[in-house]
């Protein structure tokens, strides 16, 4: 239910700081840190290149998990579109492990490749908010986001949940490798989930971005570096879902290779700056769109904020802080949707959860 929430998508906006600390107790072991089950541990460790298959926001999770994955656990990572992989396969490596990330568990163009690899005799595992789901049901194993149900069709808290979960794998199969990760990750979580409420509780300010930046705009583009371009891409993907805002997330260095032709006088450009050493990059990226008339809203991170940013976020590690980060844009989408009158829960022409191929 949504209690005193006028939308779902809302409400699951604000649950996130709960969903990760859920996280954290459901997969602690009596150490108190958090780990992944042996069995799951080994059949990763047996491989030689995890392949992530996923759609939608789901993909966006993957490609931010090969990071952390290939960061702490040091294992190859490829990250496919679900749809694409079945007839556009890549050369498989030997000892492939294949992890599909699936809030419903239900995505027919993911199954379609579970179906594949399963045939071909492949290890699987799914990462699912529903226990039961057909993904789950036919992976060799499961990692569940403990997120509660996801209601609105544009997905937030399991997206965040995706997160959390990829780096405890990552985390614990680097472990089990000897690799120092150079973090305590059950510490780290619980800062997130105290940065998330922190996050949250500035809806007054996010609601202001939008009506500044997004009020009668017909695009709008995303740019960061770096794991920001992933959440970059989120952000765009949230704010085309629910306001029809056409919205576009680049690398910030591919932008003046064609897409910069696009920006007009006033054009919102929102740049994400988490990252200390591409923090240069996208300050330049962002003079570049500034001098074509670009409106600029540039999101960083505290300690490496500069004058006329927009919004600061307060410190996260480096590694997690898309798990922060996202929230903002999270809320400015919701609230330009709110301001255009959408139907933020029910946008046009989506469902929850994608059945057909
Ligand atoms: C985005 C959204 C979709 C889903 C995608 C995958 O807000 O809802 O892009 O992320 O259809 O769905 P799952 O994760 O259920 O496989």
Request: glycine share 8%; charged share 20%.
């Amino acid at each position: 239910e949504k209690g005193t929430y006028a939308h779902f998508m809302l409400k699951e906006i604000d649950e996130q700081p709960l969903v990760v600390r859920n996280i954290i107790s459901k997969y602690r072991n009596e150490a108190g840190e958090v780990e992944l089950s042996e069995d799951i541990r080994n059949a990763i460790l047996e491989s030689d290149r995890i392949y992530i298959i996923a759609a939608g926001t789901s993909y966006h999770a993957g490609l931010v998990g090969k990071q952390l994955i290939e960061n702490f656990a040091k294992i190859p990572v490829e990250v496919h579109v679900a749809s694409e992989f079945s007839y556009n396969m890549p050369l498989l490596t030997e000892k492939p492990f294949f992890i599909y990330i699936s809030q419903s568990g239900e995505t027919a163009d993911s199954r379609a490749v579970l179906v594949q690899t399963n045939e071909m005799g492949y290890k699987s595992l799914t990462v699912t908010n529903v226990p039961g789901s057909t993904l789950s049901r036919e992976a060799d194993y499961t990692l569940l986001l403990h997120a509660g149900p996801e209601i609105a069709v544009a997905s937030t808290k399991a997206y965040t949940a995706q997160l959390a979960v990829l780096a405890i794998l990552a985390a614990d199969i680097a472990k089990a490798k000897g690799h120092s990760v150079g973090l305590d990750l059950t510490k780290e979580l619980g800062i997130i989930a105290n940065t998330m409420e922190v996050l949250c509780g500035q809806k007054e300010e996010m609601e202001k971005i939008a009506q500044e930046y997004l009020a009668t705009t017909r695009n709008c583009f995303f740019i960061g570096r770096g794991v920001d371009f992933y959440v970059g891409l989120e952000g765009a993907l949230k704010l085309k879902e629910i306001s029809y805002i056409q919205a576009e997330g680049f690398a910030g260095g591919e932008l003046k290779h064609g897409t910069i032709a696009l920006i007009e006088n006033g054009t919102p450009v929102i740049a994400l700056a988490t990252q200390a050493h591409v923090n240069l990059g996208i300050r330049g990226n962002m003079k570049e769109v500034v001098a074509r008339g670009a409106n600029p809203c540039t999101i960083s991170m505290k300690g490496l904020e500069m004058e006329g940013d927009r919004f600061v976020i307060p410190a996260v590690h480096e590694m997690l802080s898309p798990l922060a980060s996202v929230i903002p844009l999270q809320l400015i989408s919701y609230y330009a949707a709110l301001h255009r009158e959408c139907d933020v829960d029910k946008p046009r022409n989506l469902a929850k959860s994608v059945t057909v191929e």
